[in-house]
């Protein structure tokens, strides 16, 4: 009996993973039908005229005069964004695990350990509150004239700086909120290495750092990989953060380090508002499905992830 | 030789410098919270509601406890439930591996996709409206997992001397569970639990259009009646130009970090005790 109620009651991920699959497909199925493929390589969002007298029909579902919605910006932003956060937290987070495992001293390690917890409970409308404070007034002002100066040989890194909301400050506040992720599970991976192969490496008169190297690192490779895609599935969805330092881009792709960009997430909660005043309901349905392809890239990204570090953990036993 | 050993210092100075750059920032931000919003802290915070863009905080804080209680209630009894099914009946399994597996990929969901779901469902189809309920349960649907997921794993770590001693003398499982594994296994479960806690009281896009939000201290009712929240204090106030509402959004901040720091040290009271710290970390 009790096996049945709890099977019963267990089922709930299950049921709402499919519901929230279904009525995202439900809401979004009229901008499916109306959008079509334009939807994910078009970079114009516009809700069309919303003081026309009356929505137009198009195959059979209604949407006000002129209304298209490309999501392409908002799709790159996302990838861009959740990239650049990689590119900043991995090492960062490699660094710091190889800190607590192999260098630091105990209470240090541990002093350090709990920071990088507390790091993890910083809620992100705080992490987004001191990036408009701080971050993005600094981008403007020293870090971006900065960078532009010192590499600006690269076109992409070339200025204008503008506010300094935008693609970099997104990037560094991800960068700050996966670091916890990463870190910790890179942690786990370099304490499963054993012990004797460590100790081999070094009594065969290694440093600690070629011990690492040639040793530690190898063997936690499947584990760093999979930490990775982790912290990239969580890059991805973060909403309240990056819709504060972003810049809120609509209809504009990024053309450089330090441009605007719209992230999927940030959009939809930034948009839902307007999106109501559209009479048609397009918008709404519009939103719905940028919510969907959200869903789905992150869904795929997660199962890969766990995917990679069940394999490595098979691989090792 | 001794370029090898200035090598393995140098990568000793630079994991250093891996922990220090993330801990500056951290510093800076707690520093900022604290210091601007010193202007706001009194006791009126706590008993005033907020009047346009300035006030207390009184119906956030309420606002918050009622959302961030209600989710717990739901979500605990089914995480728990769910851990127990993973963790003690079906540890194999068809239903098992597809529940383990939803569980870990409801946990990567992005909490504004929910919230999304939360308003397409609860508050426009079910017509609840913006409503306590509709955040509560959209909260709960983020907890259940992390709270499915460590008590799974906290009742694996229970000694299985335990449990088949618990069967030799004739208990069956269902008691067993009850009276023995699941008191072995309270830390790590309590631990989740706690987890789960934080990271919903630190939610925001979930409950932007489930919640609404509203300058009064929640109804007595939890449908059709929005409910504020801290979050959206610090996320909306602090766009205000006017003084006091920046105070305010930074009120709500130090209210928050201090809420998941008081959380947060629990935990480790807990883990400790529990003697492992292989927790799920969101």
């Known amino acids: 009996m009790p096996r049945v109620l709890t099977a019963l009651v267990a089922s709930f991920s299950l049921l709402a993973l499919a519901a929230i699959l279904l009525f995202l497909l439900g809401a979004a199925w009229p901008s499916i039908r109306y959008n079509g493929l334009t939807f994910l390589t078009g970079t114009t969002w516009n809700l069309g005229n919303l003081y026309a007298a009356a929505p137009v029909r198009v195959d059979g579902v209604r949407a006000m005069p002129g209304a298209t919605f490309g999501a392409l910006v908002f799709v790159l932003g996302t990838l861009l964004t959740s990239v650049l956060a990689l590119v900043i937290a991995v090492p960062t987070s490699v660094g710091i695990a190889i800190f607590l495992t192999e260098y630091a001293p105990r209470r240090v390690g541990g002093a350090v350990s709990f920071v990088v917890e507390l790091l993890a409970g910083v809620p992100s409308v705080v992490y987004g509150l001191w990036g408009i404070i701080v971050l993005v007034p600094w981008i403007g002002s020293w870090l971006g004239p900065a960078l532009a100066r010192a590499l600006g040989f690269v076109p992409f890194l070339r200025g204008p700086v503008g506010t300094g909301a935008g693609l970099l400050a997104s990037g560094l506040v991800l960068a700050l909120m996966v670091v916890p992720i990463i870190a910790s599970t890179v942690r786990e991976a370099l304490l499963m290495v054993p012990g004797e192969l460590r100790e081999g490496a070094l009594a065969l008169g290694m440093t600690r750092w070629e011990a690492i190297r040639a040793v530690s690192l190898p063997f936690a490779r499947t584990g760093i990989v999979g930490a990775s895609i982790l912290g990239l599935g969580r890059a991805l969805g973060e909403t309240m953060a990056v819709l504060m330092v972003s810049g809120d881009a609509i209809n504009l792709l990024p053309r450089n380090l330090y441009s605007p960009v719209g992230t999927m997430a940030a959009t939809i909660a930034a948009q839902l508002d307007s999106a109501l005043t559209d009479a048609s309901g397009m918008a709404v349905h519009a939103l719905a499905e940028l919510a969907l392809v959200l869903f789905l890239i992150t869904v795929a990204v997660n199962v890969l992830a766990r995917l990679v570090v069940r394999t490595g953990a098979m691989r090792r036993t | ?282």
């Not at chain 2, 370029?3 to 922990?19: E, H, P, S």
């Not at chain 2, 399994?93 to 569980?103: K, M, P, T």
């Not at chain 2, 509709?134 to 992390?146: D, N, S, W």
């Open chain 2, 1 to 282: 030789m001794r370029a090898r050993r200035a090598r393995d210092r140098l990568m000793g100075v630079l994991a250093l410098l891996a922990a220090l750059v993330v801990l500056v920032p951290l510093v800076d931000l707690v520093v900022m919270v604290v210091i601007r919003s010193l202007p706001a802290l009194s006791l009126s915070l706590f008993t005033s509601p907020t009047q346009g863009a300035a006030g207390g905080l009184e119906n956030a804080i309420l606002g918050t406890l009622l959302l961030v209680g209600l989710a717990m209630a739901i979500s605990v009894p089914v995480g728990v439930a769910g851990g127990v099914y993973l963790g003690e009946f079906a540890r194999k399994g068809r239903l098992a591996g597809a529940v383990r597996f939803s569980a870990d990929v409801l946990t990567g969901v992005p909490s504004i996709v929910l919230g999304y779901f939360g308003y397409v469902l609860m508050v426009v189809d079910l017509g609840w409206g913006f409503s306590a309920l509709a955040g509560a349960v959209t909260l709960a649907i983020m907890a259940v997992p992390y709270i499915v997921r460590s008590t799974q794993m906290s009742l694996d770590r229970v000694d299985p001397a335990l449990r088949e001693a618990s069967l030799a003398l004739g208990a069956g499982l269902g008691t067993t569970v009850a009276r023995v594994t699941l008191r072995a296994a309270r830390p790590g479960i309590v631990t989740g639990i706690l987890i789960a806690l934080s990271v919903a009281l630190g939610e925001t896009a979930p409950l932007l259009y489930t919640a609404g939000w509203s300058s009064y201290p929640p109804a007595p009712h939890l449908l059709h009646a929005p409910v504020g929240y801290l979050t959206y204090v610090v996320w909306t106030f602090i766009n205000e130009p006017m003084a006091s509402a920046q105070h305010l959004a930074y009120a709500a901040a130090l209210l928050l970090m201090l809420l998941v720091l008081g959380v947060n040290v629990l935990v480790r009271r807990l883990v400790s005790r529990a003697g492992r710290s292989e927790l799920p970390i969101r």
